[in-house]
């Protein structure tokens, strides 16, 4: 099946302790891109990447890395979360940039940070 | 800034009947307009993809119209099901841009 993976679902943490969410596709998409999902404010890009290698910010980047070793993953990584980025978190990936390929999201990764 | 405002916030209707749904964007240069459909707890789902030369996209029930003169778009559900309960997001995108601009979404419930 067609699908975006991410891991975990849920996760609750303490401010400072390192983390990663993985995510990870099977179709064989080159664009793969990480949003957060907060109250009143809709998705906001984070950080995008065009290929294996190729990555670059969006909208909200601070706090977060992301690498693109494989075509297939493209991990979020929180070197020292903090309280404000308790948020959910999607992945979502489609075969290359432009207005005519369909986006597909993950199922999203609910992040607590105490 | 580029902004898309999305109307009504939230909107209850009763099952069987239409809605339409508003998008106003100030996205410029234009690329494309894309509406998704988001359950509770789940990621978003494609739903029309529209570019300028595009002014109605179809997915079944759901009609997306766009007037990109005016910068506005709607998505109207006809004979509405109870399923069709989500948050319905639109999205725009700038023309050399890979960040898309996201609406807040409206909430939509169906009520039998």
């Known amino acids: 099946e067609a699908q975006v993976t991410q891991n975990p679902r849920y996760l609750i943490t303490v401010t400072g302790k390192k983390l990663t969410v993985t995510c990870s596709q099977n179709m064989n998409h080159e664009y793969m891109s990480w949003y957060r999902q907060d109250p009143g404010l809709g998705l906001r890009q984070i950080y995008y990447?065009?290929?294996?290698?190729?990555?670059d910010k969006g909208d909200v980047p601070e706090g977060y890395k992301v690498s693109r070793k494989e075509k297939r993953n493209f991990p979020l990584i929180l070197e020292s979360p903090s309280p404000n980025q308790t948020s959910l978190y999607f992945c979502a990936s489609s075969l290359e940039t432009g207005p005519v390929y369909e986006q597909y999201f993950g199922p999203g990764t609910r992040l607590t940070v105490t | 800034k580029n902004q898309v405002e999305q109307s009504p916030q939230s909107l209850i209707i009763l099952e069987g009947k239409n809605c339409t749904l508003q998008c106003n964007y100030t996205v410029s240069p234009f690329s494309n307009l894309r509406w998704y459909k988001q359950d509770t707890g789940r990621g978003p789902v494609s739903l029309t993809i529209?570019?300028?030369?595009?002014n109605t996209k179809s997915n079944g029930r759901y009609t997306a119209t766009l007037d990109a003169d005016t910068k506005q778009s709607s998505l109207h559900i006809t004979a509405s099901q109870l399923s069709d309960s989500a948050s319905y997001i639109c999205v725009v995108s700038e023309r050399g841009s890979y960040i898309p601009t996201f609406g807040r979404g409206t909430s939509l419930i169906v009520h039998p």
């Open positions: 990447s065009m290929n294996v290698e190729v990555t």
């Open positions: 529209m570019t300028f030369s595009e």
